[in-house]
């Protein structure tokens, strides 16, 4: 149980487009899922929190209009890189937690971005 | 949320324990320990948590002294699929603002 899916696990885009990773949740109900980006070599850095039906919060430094999150239900979290440059390619991982019940945050594979 | 200080590397014998050990001296009463671990270029996979008890689970176990200012995990027989990053971060549970904040972790390597 607890599997967290991302999709998809690489992708390769040009600079200016927008690309859209998707979070879910495969046999739990997730109240809550978050964003980490992670470049090479360093730690996760949490860039959001996204409650189901709300917007998201977002962590000091990272910009709302360029990291799209949306969590429209309670299996699947989405985001978009708008308008990607090449310091946007990283390694992003989702991570997903049904509150109240054991809290626990289990990651996804993490999507591997590269902006050309 | 409590910082962690833990070593930054760390080699084990293929079929040894392997302990890993981890300071929070700030940290909270209503704050847990948690460990992950992260193999390369995967998402970090969840291993064990606790309050003040120590836990077992069948993946390790979990040592927190009784101040509470630190714990060690312990790898009852490590593999060399053990090899990984290890993270211990200290949270609180049960609230709105249930954030973890992965540090540089300690890289574990398991030797044959």
């Known amino acids: 149980g607890a599997v967290v899916s991302q999709h998809p696990s690489w992708v390769i885009c040009k600079s200016g487009t927008s690309v859209k990773i998707e979070c879910r949740s495969l046999?739990?109900?997730?109240?809550?899922m978050f964003w980490y980006r992670q470049f090479p070599k360093q730690s996760l850095m949490l860039m959001a929190t996204s409650n189901e039906g709300s917007k998201a919060t977002y962590e000091q430094g990272v910009e709302k209009d360029k990291f799209l999150i949306n969590h429209a239900s309670l299996t699947l979290s989405t985001l978009t890189v708008t308008s990607a440059h090449p310091e946007d390619s990283s390694f992003y991982i989702c991570?997903?937690?049904?509150?109240?019940?054991?809290?626990?945050?289990?990651f996804g594979p993490g999507t591997r971005l590269t902006v050309l | 949320d409590a910082k962690t200080t833990q070593p930054t590397s760390m080699d084990c014998a293929e079929g040894r324990a392997a302990n890993l050990p981890c300071n929070h001296s700030?940290?909270?009463?209503?704050?847990?320990v948690y460990w992950y671990r992260q193999i390369h270029s995967q998402g970090p996979q969840y291993i064990i948590h606790g309050l003040k008890n120590n836990e077992t689970n069948e993946m390790a176990s979990l040592i927190i002294t009784e101040d509470r200012k630190s714990s060690t995990l312990i790898l009852p027989h490590a593999t060399l699929r053990d090899t990984a990053v290890y993270y211990c971060?200290?949270?609180?549970?049960?609230?709105?603002?249930?954030?973890?904040?992965f540090g540089a972790g300690t890289t574990v390597t398991v030797r044959a």
């Open positions: 971060i200290v949270a609180r549970r049960r609230s709105n603002d249930y954030k973890l904040s």
């Open positions: 700030t940290i909270s009463g209503n704050e847990y």
């Open positions: 991570s997903a937690s049904q509150q109240g019940v054991n809290n626990e945050q289990f």
């Open positions: 046999d739990f109900q997730a109240t809550t």
